[in-house]
């Protein structure tokens, strides 16, 4: 049985953008589950067949659940796959989500972050193993109005002048970020 990494897309206009192309890249199979238009059925997952898992952005905040009755499942699985330690990169919602599955309060922001904003890097950054060596400050591209609490036993990498959990790490193997990693030029033109 093959392995797979699984990209869940809570939103038509927030698609996995350059994941997808370093999962070619680097030759990993994938399968992105559109969650968006899930409403009245939902995947199961086989577990079994995960090798990782990748959480998108939307427009919806983590306790839409009435309007979005998919996120209550993908808390719950999101839990699952931390629960068995299968690797995890949350991407701003996706963190959210991440946060929150890990009985982190999520909350809305004091300022909305829209566009390429600064973070800096923490000491905790420089070693661990999906970022280190990345350089600080970083400039990332931004679209969020809701942070979140770090979650108990998270480790704090990167902080921002108006949003002060930018990225966290879980374990060793689950990683939040607020910042949009994933975009591209076009993508940053449609939402702009």
Known sequence: MSRKVFIFQNARGEPPGQIVDYLHWHSVSFETISLFCCRDRLPDINWRQVCG??????????????AYPFLLWERQQIAEAVRREIPILGVCLGAQLLARSLNAKVYPNLVR?????????TPDCERDPLFGGASSPATVFQWHGDTFDLPTDAVLLATGHNCRHQAFRFGENAWGLQFHIEVTPQLVRSWM
Request: proline letters at 4%.
């Open 113 to 121: 972050e829209i566009g390429w904003h600064r973070v800096t890097l």
């Open 53 to 66: 898992l990748v959480v998108l952005g939307g427009p919806m905040n983590v306790d839409e659940v009435a």
